[in-house]
């Protein structure tokens, strides 16, 4: 662990390691009273959680199905 300075303006500087790791110009911080955490944000957020679901859903051709289902349903109701 390595100390870093805040500076009058409040600031702090991440070690140019972690920001290559992380590959991303911004961060999170939540205060949790005794510590902060920081996490990195991905750039472009929804290419980041594609795919995030895979196979934890089972096949989307049967969500798919029922979404355009409870669509048409929807739209019936409607007219």
Do not use: F, N, Y
């Amino acid at each position: 662990m390595r100390m870093h300075r805040i500076t009058t303006g409040g600031q702090i500087s991440l070690p140019a390691t972690i920001r290559k790791r992380w590959g991303t110009r911004a961060v999170s911080v939540e205060d949790l009273g005794d510590h902060v955490v920081v996490r990195p944000i991905p750039d472009d957020p929804v290419a980041a959680a594609r795919g995030a679901l895979k196979g934890r859903i089972g096949p989307t051709e049967k969500l798919r199905a029922r979404a355009r289902a409870d669509e048409l349903a929807a739209e019936e109701r409607g007219h």
